[in-house]
């Protein structure tokens, strides 16, 4: 609940603390989180788009068995914003993102190299459920940052990335695939991306937290 405090007519109100939009977007903070949330959704969606000809391509499932596991992927990606979103309410966000980026490195990588359907399988979900809970956990964060006093209007802003990740994630990996005439070296260069997250989202939880959350707004 967020604060209350009463007028001079004693009618009570609630305030709400944080930035303005505008503020916001002129903050290395947003920036930080902007980039963050662009190489999650990029690197998700880009592996959403190939998860099918990908299993099928490298790994030697057949279509049955490549569709039953793009069924289970929508499974793990609405439980991953759920289960997600509840451990940063005791980890913290800034933890949880520094998880996320950390179990991507390994599960990308792994996955241009691993040639069993189960590990390959496992390692998908895995990635499926970061990035789920990528979008499930912002929301916090940046109240947790800037507030909630314009926080829809700051989550829009953010939610540019998503627009942006969905043209990029396939184009990546349509790119690599176009010149090296497989997969591997996308997930490569995911994993590489995830380790510049993990290194940005570090340095948000130890300096990210503003010191002018003071200032607020009655509504």
Not at 62 to 87: E, H, K, L, Q, Y
Not at 148 to 172: D, K, M, Y
Not at 189 to 196: P, T
Request: hydrophobic share 50%.
């Amino acid at each position: 609940r967020p604060p209350v405090m009463k007028d001079s007519q004693g009618r009570v109100t609630h305030v709400q603390r944080g930035v303005t939009a505008n503020e916001a977007l002129k903050t290395w903070q947003f920036a930080s989180l902007w980039w963050v949330f662009f190489v999650n959704i990029t690197c998700g969606i880009g592996l959403l788009a190939v998860a099918s000809p990908m299993a099928q391509e490298v790994i030697g499932m057949d279509a049955a068995a490549a569709a039953s596991m793009v069924g289970i992927i929508g499974v793990f990606n609405g439980g991953g914003r759920i289960f997600w979103s509840t451990i940063s309410d005791y980890l913290g966000r800034g933890r949880v993102y520094m998880l996320f980026f950390l179990l991507e490195v390994a599960a990308f990588w792994q996955l241009g190299q691993t040639r069993e359907a189960l590990v390959f399988e496992v390692l998908v979900l895995l990635i499926i459920s970061c990035y789920g809970g990528g979008f499930s956990c912002m929301p916090a964060y940046l109240s947790d940052i800037f507030g909630t006093r314009q926080l829809s209007a700051i989550h829009g802003r953010i939610l540019t990335a998503w627009g942006l990740a969905g043209v990029a994630g396939p184009s990546i990996v349509s790119y690599f695939h176009a010149q090296t005439g497989g997969y591997t070296a996308s997930l490569y260069f995911f994993a590489c991306c995830f380790v510049l997250n993990f290194i940005i989202a570090a340095v948000l939880k130890q300096y990210g937290q503003r010191k002018d959350m003071a200032s607020h707004s009655a509504l």
